[in-house]
Structure formats: C-alpha cells, structure tokens
C-alpha cells in the first residue's frame, strides 16, 4: 500500500509512475497494489498521472481528495499525542490542515472498502 501523491510534482516522475507499478509486479507478481492519493495536490497535474497509471498497471488506485475537508483535518489548538508517549499543541496552519483522526478514519474506512473480503 502507497500513498504518494503530492510528492509526484515533475513531468519525470509522473512519467515514471506505471513503471514503478510494474516493478513491483516483477518481483512480488501476486501482489495486490493498492495506490492511495488525493489529499493534498492539483487533481489534474498530480492525481490523474496516478489514477490512469494504476488503471494501465493492474493496481488499485484509492482517490481520497473528496475527504480532504475542514472536518476530517487536525485543527489550531489540537492536542497531538507522539508515537513515544510526548503531546503538544497544534500552533501551526500547515500542520493543521494534515489528517486528523476523523480524517484517518475516513481514509482507513476509504482503503478496506476496497480490500475483496
């Protein structure tokens, strides 16, 4: 499971996307590839490159662009809670506008709708 998007910004990258989706498949061919894009970008100079590549290459492209909404984005004054234990408050606007937890639950909500069980 990917999820790039926002980082794939140059004419060379883009034009490198499908050939990353077959290289995986070259040395794992059974796997499921399941692409996740769409928060932050221009949907069609970033995200459409990686839809049609994944439609080309046997992979799953998983658009979330419509979740990405005041809603489901961390906010100013949040408190975080760090992978070691440490907590802080959101004083940042660029940090505000990432994912907040309704917004990884709708995108963890988004990928398992996809999954075939």
Not at 25 to 38: C, E, L, N, Q, R
Not at 46 to 64: H, R
Not at 103 to 113: L, N, P, Q, T, Y
Request: with cysteine.
């Amino acid at each position: 499971m990917y999820i790039l998007g926002d980082n794939i910004n140059t004419l060379e990258k883009k034009a490198t996307l499908g050939e990353f989706i077959q290289e995986i498949h070259s040395v794992s061919p059974k796997a499921k590839i399941y692409w996740i894009y769409g928060w932050f970008g221009d949907y069609d100079t970033a995200f459409t490159p990686i839809k049609n590549a994944c439609e080309a290459n046997g992979a799953t492209g998983i658009d979330v662009n419509d979740l990405n909404t005041t809603k489901n984005q961390n906010q100013l004054g949040a408190t975080r809670h760090g992978i070691n234990g440490e907590t802080w408050r959101i004083t940042r606007p660029g940090e505000a506008i990432h994912l907040g937890d309704k917004g990884m639950k709708a995108i963890a909500d988004r990928v398992i709708s996809n999954f075939d069980f």
